[in-house]
Every structure is written in C-alpha cells, then in structure tokens.
C-alpha cells in the first residue's frame, strides 16, 4: 500500500435502477453501476481484482472478492479512463455499494484504489 501520488486512481460510480428486472413483491431490487476508473498518477497500472460491499437498508451485506471487472483487468497508462456497467440486486428500494480495486503498477509496486460510497435507490425514494 502506497500514498506515493504516481500511484492514483479515480473511480467515479453511477447508478440507475432496473425496474423490469427488479420483482419488488418478491424482494428483489436490481440496479445497473457504471463505473469509470482513470488513472491519475504517472505509473500505468493494471485493476486485477475487485471487492465490494453492498449492503441493503436492513443492513444485510454482501461481500464480492473477484478478479478484475466484467471479465477483464485493464492496463490503464496515465491520464487513461476504463468504463464498465454490471448489476447488483439487494432485497430492499435502497442500498449501498463501495470498495475498491487491486492495482499492480508497471514498476510491480500494489496497492488499493478507494471505489467510493454511493447509493442504490429507486426512483422517488430519496430525495
């Protein structure tokens, strides 16, 4: 784990709800995350695994740990952004999902990139 500035990553996450997957009577709500990685630093470095907590509002957690993002683990070099979307489903309107990401550097040098909190909610829950 590094605070050396070479070594920097940008995760910015949206997220939208999927209404026509989603079977609210059942207790299944399912969202859509787009996230965007870019690599702020001056080092290229490679997002090899994931780990996420998504908790819903009855405070139920689910941890993933995997390797990388939508089967790949992108090389991004400075200045370079990677977008993906995936899904996730929680029992409840709304929820919470953050994290982050392994990173392994050109120079070998491993450390962890912050996936910031952010909600899952459906539309008009929130305000």
Do not use: C
Not at 12 to 26: F, I, M, N, V, W
Not at 46 to 59: C, M
Not at 101 to 112: H, K, L
Request: cysteine-free.
């Amino acid at each position: 784990m590094t605070d050396d500035k070479r070594y920097a990553i940008s995760v910015t996450p949206t997220s939208t709800y999927l209404e026509a997957r989603s079977d609210p009577g059942k207790g299944q709500f399912v969202f859509a995350y787009t996230i965007t990685v870019t690599n702020t630093g001056t080092v290229a470095a490679q997002l090899v695994s994931r780990h996420w907590f998504i908790t819903d509002a009855d405070h139920q957690v689910q941890e993933v740990r995997g390797a990388g993002v939508v089967g790949r683990q992108p090389v991004l070099k400075p200045g370079e952004s990677f977008e993906y979307t995936s899904g996730a489903s929680i029992a409840t309107a709304v929820g919470t999902m953050h994290g982050s990401y392994r990173m392994v550097a050109e120079d070998g040098t491993e450390f962890d990139a912050a996936i910031p909190l952010f909600t899952l909610s459906i539309p008009r829950t929130l305000h």
